[in-house]
Nanobody, 126 residues
């Protein structure tokens, strides 16, 4: 499966953005999918994931209550709605997919994903 992330941009603190991850060459409902982010000089960190089997969603504590995942099977696209954005949310956001069903904790590790899209820059100004 090939993944194409989009929707990043510059937004003021408190604003919103919606990121998209469009898939081709595979059906997203057959994959567990996740979003990760990487700020300059920092490691890639988990943001959110959705499990293929039951569509359960998992979120990093830092984004719970502000970010939400949704999946449009007809468009074969995963969305990350980001509200109440903070300057510390500034990073390159990447989507990833794996054709596997894990326990929740495994979705936090980027090594457990097989497919990655290119990143999209999100910049939140204070």
């Amino acid at each position: 499966v090939q993944l194409q992330a989009s929707g990043g941009g510059l937004v003021q603190a408190g604003g919103s953005l919606r990121l998209s991850c469009a898939a081709s060459g595979g059906t997203i409902s057959s994959y567990s999918m996740g979003w990760f982010r990487q700020a300059p000089g920092k490691e890639r960190t988990f943001v959110a994931a959705i499990r293929d089997a039951d569509r359960n969603t998992f979120y990093a504590n830092s984004v719970k209550g502000r970010f939400s995942l949704s999946r449009d099977n007809a468009k074969n696209t995963l969305f990350l709605q980001m509200n109440s954005l903070k300057p510390e949310d500034t990073a390159v956001y990447s989507c990833a997919a794996v054709r596997a069903t894990y326990n929740a904790g495994s979705y936090y590790d980027p090594k457990n994903y097989d497919y990655w899209g290119q990143g999209t820059q999100v910049t939140v100004s204070s």
